[in-house]
């Protein structure tokens, strides 16, 4: 059984930044892309960033700049600098990654969420 478990979440406040880490526990062969979606009230959700397991990247247009992803492989391990934080980045956060379990079953996984708030 695959876990994504989610920490870094909180209250900022404007301008502010933040940490996300999603760390993949359980037994899988490896794991492929990773990345960061989120989901505001009332809104569809939305990625933010992913990263593949080779370091390429990509943004969401409202991030680029002020977000960074990056990964720890050894760890399956992905992470997520938030800087200069806007209200418009409230939103819960979800990791997603592409994880292989078995020699021919690859599935994304999905993690609990954690709770941004940017606010004064």
């Known amino acids: 059984q695959v876990q994504l478990v989610e920490s870094g979440g909180g209250l900022v406040q404007p301008g502010g930044s933040l940490r996300l880490s999603c760390a993949a526990s359980?037994?899988?062969?490896?794991?492929?892309?990773m990345g960061w979606y989120r989901q505001a009230p009332g809104k569809q959700r939305e990625l933010v960033a992913r990263?593949?397991?080779?370091?390429?990247?990509n943004y969401a247009d409202s991030v680029r700049g002020r977000f960074t992803i990056s990964r720890d492989n050894a760890k399956n391990t992905v992470y997520l600098q938030m800087n200069s934080l806007k209200p418009e980045d409230t939103a819960v956060y979800y990791c997603?990654?592409?994880?292989?379990?078995?020699?021919?079953?690859?599935?994304?996984?999905w993690g609990q969420g954690t709770q941004v708030t940017v606010s004064s």
């Open positions: 997603n990654a592409q994880i292989r379990t078995t020699a021919t079953h690859t599935a994304h996984y």
């Open positions: 359980g037994s899988f062969i490896s794991t492929y892309a």
């Open positions: 990263i593949i397991s080779g370091g390429g990247t």
